[in-house]
């Protein structure tokens, strides 16, 4: 069964409240926080105030930086955000790639293998507290799932070796010099590589554009031109959805049937086109 996730960020307060008790109601599994500090809301406040107004939704940061997160504030607000949900928090971490957030905290960003390092350790550690160190609070839940979300290969293996219970694919690649840009993975064969990669993991897409429209070829062919990438790629790519809804629903199925990914998190443009799938 293909499940979806909301990535969402709050406006005001009624808009926030409004938006998590709608995705509860149309049936998404989660709503995802972005975890940028400085740049949006701080995702385990947000999230505690859509506790609130739900009942069964999962909440969970996507994804937390593990360079200028420590792991005893992460577990912290993990476990607190698990305690006024009831057992509904999952924890959302990656290697982190923005040098603005280094800086923000008086650090240098690291080169690769220094954050995949440190993304490994902030996350082991952040583990440990969850499951049996953290005194207070103690999490609802007697395990915490974790979400990796990123493209690193070694990070890949690490994640699917048992360390997380879910692995966010992006088709994002390398680091750009920028800090902020990055390749993409989006080809076929990529796509296919980091599958395997992640095994017996549950994998989920981020979906970065979602259309309903009577002309998938010519939104298609305008991402493709936007993105600099192969139109085919994009057709048959986890990553972007266009057409009429029988189309994505067709294209949903060609997923999970090559690569067996059922877990989708879409942004808030795409929750009109994402209900009417839910109620088929």
């Known amino acids: 069964m293909v499940t979806f ?32 500090p400085g740049a949006c809301a701080s995702p385990f406040v947000a999230l505690a105030a859509a506790a609130a107004v739900t009942t069964k939704i999962k909440l969970g940061s996507y994804v ?31 290697a982190g790639h923005t040098p603005a957030e280094w800086a923000a905290v008086g650090r240098e960003r690291p080169d690769v293998r220094g954050r995949v390092e440190h993304c490994i350790e902030v996350t082991e550690r952040t583990r440990a507290l969850l499951d049996r160190e953290l005194e207070k609070p103690r999490p609802v839940q007697e395990h915490v799932p974790i979400l990796f979300g990123g493209g690193n290969t070694r990070l890949l293996r690490w994640a699917a070796a048992g360390n997380v219970d879910r692995i966010g694919l992006s088709g ?7 800090g902020h840009m990055h390749e993409t993975r989006w080809r076929q064969d990529q796509i296919d590589a980091q599958v395997e990669i992640c095994g ?29 990438e192969d139109e085919s790629d994009l057709i048959a790519a986890p ?3 266009a057409g009429t809804l029988d ?16 877990h989708f998190a879409v942004r ?12 088929r």
């Open 5 to 36: 996730s909301l990535q969402a960020q709050p406006t005001t307060a009624a808009e926030w409240l409004d938006l998590a008790r709608r995705a509860e109601a149309i049936g998404f599994e989660a709503i995802q926080a972005a975890d940028h």
């Open 64 to 94: 937390s930086n593990a360079g200028v997160r420590e792991p005893i504030l992460l577990a912290s607000d993990v476990a607190t955000l698990d305690v006024v949900s009831g057992g509904r928090a999952f924890l959302g971490i990656g």
């Open 172 to 178: 994002l690649g390398r680091t750009l010099e920028d």
């Open 200 to 228: 017996d993991t549950p994998a989920e897409a981020l979906v970065q554009r979602f259309e309903v429209t009577d002309d998938a070829g010519a939104a298609y062919a305008k991402w493709a031109e936007e993105m600099k």
């Open 239 to 241: 990553y972007v959805f």
């Open 247 to 262: 189309e994505i629903v067709a294209k949903l199925g060609e997923i999970e049937r090559r690569w067996g990914i059922t």
């Open 268 to 279: 808030t443009p795409a929750i009109e086109g994402v209900e009417q799938i839910i109620k």
